[in-house]
């Protein structure tokens, strides 16, 4: 595709912008880490849950959906009593999880750097 100007390569719908939508919670990319590289891309909500410990129920479920109608991930009911689902990762998400942990290793090997930004008013973050 040939490259446009400057406006048409920063339209509403441009790839970077797409991405960046993707991952515009701070669950998203933390629910998509601990599905790929905790549990091996599959994982029942509960075990999600458990390895998500700061995250409530309502918003890991909300997340997932969210993930599921952007096709990051794949839901799947087993017809079990109690029933039961399972999230696990479609080849998108696991393309996805490249760019998320080349972020997450720059984050662990730089953490003083981030340690020394300013905390948003909005953080939790204490600083």
Not at 112 to 119: G, T
């Amino acid at each position: 595709m040939k490259a446009g100007t400057p406006e048409q390569e920063w339209r509403e719908d441009c790839a970077p912008r797409r991405v960046l939508e993707l991952f515009s919670t701070k669950w998203t990319s933390m629910v998509l880490h601990t599905l790929a590289v905790r549990h091996d891309g599959v994982a029942r909500s509960n075990a999600l849950h458990r390895s998500l410990p700061a995250i409530s129920k309502k918003m890991l479920i909300q997340t997932l959906r969210e993930m599921e109608v952007a096709g990051i991930v794949l839901r799947t009911e087993h017809p079990t009593v109690p029933p039961s689902v399972e999230y696990s990762l479609t080849a998108l998400g696991r393309q996805l999880v490249e760019p998320i942990e080349l972020i997450y290793d720059w984050a662990r090997r730089h953490a003083d750097a981030l340690d020394a930004l300013k905390a948003r008013p909005t953080s939790r973050r204490r600083g």
